[in-house]
């Protein structure tokens, strides 16, 4: 699976939205972007996941580049309890089911 | 459907002892994978069972082993507990090669 590249920390206001960006600039072409989150000390909470065009869903929006070497998550209106660290993840649908986690965006919402 | 489930949430264990996990996965879901949690190592693979059969097998030694029954729960066990053995162990479960989703975690204090 391809390496991920995040910030280790990010703040973001009450209300506003909350743009987590990722590089995965040796993604393959059969290799997804998944998003987890978890909350401090619980499991990962699966958020959503793409392969090439943008995705939407209740929780979030997934914006992934033309050339697919990185992509932007966005919450779009943050609240308190979106505090927590954003895994951005490379996968590939048939090469097993094994997730490789790097350290995260740990995001910070403040009132 | 109901989530992942995992028993016991909360372990204390002495070294040398040894531990057992267990894992149910979403009905429906034929893989379960384990995954442990420590503060300086982040969340690293141990396993994946699919159809009661392992799969994939992470960089864990020996003392670190899983089943997967017929009715696709899962337990693993750690023998000869050490001190660094205490982590947060988080079990995942997919129908297969698609979205994983977590389950709460089981936290295992090794005294």
């Known amino acids: 699976d391809a390496k991920t590249t995040q910030p280790p920390s990010m703040d973001c206001a009450e209300g506003r939205a909350a743009n987590l960006p990722c590089n995965h600039s040796?993604?393959?072409?059969?290799?997804?972007v998944y998003w987890y989150r978890q909350i401090h000390s619980q499991g990962p909470q699966y958020i959503i996941h793409?392969?090439?065009n943008n995705e939407t869903n209740e929780m979030a929006s997934l914006i992934i580049t033309e050339d697919r070497k990185s992509s932007t998550l966005i919450l779009p209106h943050a609240t308190l309890r979106d505090t927590a660290v954003y895994y951005c993840?490379?996968?590939?649908?048939?090469?097993?089911?094994?997730?490789?986690f790097g350290g995260g965006t740990r995001l910070m919402v403040k009132p | 459907k109901a989530g992942v489930t995992q028993t016991p949430r909360y372990l204390i264990k002495t070294r040398g002892q040894q531990v057992t996990l267990s894992c149910s996965p979403i009905?429906?879901?034929?893989?379960v994978s384990w995954y442990q949690q420590t503060p300086g190592q982040g969340l690293q693979f141990l396993f994946e069972?699919?159809?009661?059969?392992?799969?994939n097998k992470g960089n864990f030694p020996g003392r670190f082993s899983g089943r997967q029954f017929s009715n696709s729960r899962s337990e693993m066990n750690v023998s000869t507990l050490e001190l660094g053995d205490s982590a947060l162990y988080l079990c995942?479960?997919?129908?297969?090669?698609?979205?994983?989703?977590f389950g709460p975690g089981t936290r295992l204090l090794v005294l």
């Open positions: 993840i490379v996968r590939a649908n048939n090469a097993g089911n094994m997730l490789t």
């Open positions: 040796t993604i393959s072409g059969n290799e997804y």
């Open positions: 793409g392969l090439k």
């Open positions: 009905s429906g879901h034929r893989s």
């Open positions: 069972y699919f159809s009661e059969t392992q799969r």
């Open positions: 995942a479960s997919m129908v297969d090669q698609e979205t994983q989703y």
